[in-house]
């Protein structure tokens, strides 16, 4: 995370969220020697109705505590949607705390034992997308979903899970602006740190992505991918908080062919379905990206 970024977050969200909105979207005319992509600065002051010097000090940091009805215009103008009006008003509202002791991610004994017993695919992620622990069939649907995987990095970085996924394009966005979201003002919790600079150095698409400052939840959804060995899946997903972390599962319309096909993949990985939930029930730290 870039230092522009920890240190004048407000600024570098208002700067990446008006370069993505067109003269047009904003009701304004194109014009012909445009040297900025989206809004100018003097553009988006008007549109919100305050002084351009303002809105200057706002992007450049000198002003950190704008009112909410200022904040409020600059939503409209940069036309964000309920979430990133939530991530905006929080750049503003945080307050100094007191440091906070980072606890390691723990996999409760109970959820182990959840998923030993799930037909379905199922696993636990920590915060920054570190797979923590996972049931055979998870590990049947994709060999990237063990223990000691990063599902963003492998998204990001593994040819399987790019062709795994029918659209990768859409899942890549959805995936970075979820862990912007999740890692909200602790800019400095060191996995993030890790994560963030291991794939701003090897990922251009990662970059591109973060520039963009994007946040969205990403909790249930659907998702096709295409299994190597039983071919198009259409999955529903729902992710379960416990405690610290959080339970992934992937499951299927009921009487689908998607519900044939993964009738077929617990038959064909039945050797390995005797074993229990991968991961140590006794873990103590989330695992670091390979």
Do not use: C
Request: charged share 30%; no cysteine; aromatic share 4%.
């Amino acid at each position: 995370m870039k230092d522009d970024e920890s240190g004048n977050r407000l600024g570098s969200y208002l700067r990446a969220r008006r370069e993505l909105v067109s003269p047009e979207q904003a009701g304004l005319p194109p014009g012909g020697n445009r040297r900025v992509p989206g809004l100018r600065r003097e553009e988006v002051a008007l549109l919100a109705g305050i002084s351009p010097d303002y809105y200057l000090r706002l992007e450049r940091g000198r002003d950190k505590n704008p009112s909410a009805q200022v904040l409020g215009s600059l939503a409209r103008v940069l036309r964000l949607d309920d979430v990133e009006r939530t991530y905006l008003l929080g750049l503003t509202a945080a307050r100094p705390r007191a440091p906070r002791r980072k606890r390691p991610e723990h996999v409760p004994a109970r959820v182990h034992e959840l998923l030993a017993h799930l037909q379905i695919p199922a696993f636990v992620e920590g915060r920054a997308f570190d797979v923590l622990a996972s049931n055979p069939m998870a590990v049947a649907l994709s060999p990237r979903l063990r223990p000691g995987r990063n599902r963003l990095r492998d998204l990001l970085l593994d040819p399987e899970e790019q062709a795994f996924h029918q659209d990768w394009t859409k899942a890549t966005a959805d995936f970075v602006a979820a862990l912007r979201t999740t890692i909200g003002d602790d800019t400095d919790d060191p996995r993030f740190v890790e994560l963030v600079g291991e794939l701003a150095l090897s990922s251009q698409r990662f970059r591109t992505l973060w520039a963009r400052h994007d946040v969205r939840g990403l909790d249930g959804g659907t998702a096709t991918v295409h299994h190597p060995v039983v071919g198009e899946l259409r999955l529903h997903r729902d992710k379960l908080p416990v405690d610290d972390v959080i339970l992934v599962v992937y499951y299927p319309d009921k009487d689908s062919d998607t519900d044939e096909k993964l009738r077929l993949l617990a038959a064909l990985s039945l050797p390995d379905s005797a074993d229990t939930a991968h991961g140590n029930p006794a873990d103590t730290q989330p695992p670091k990206a390979p």
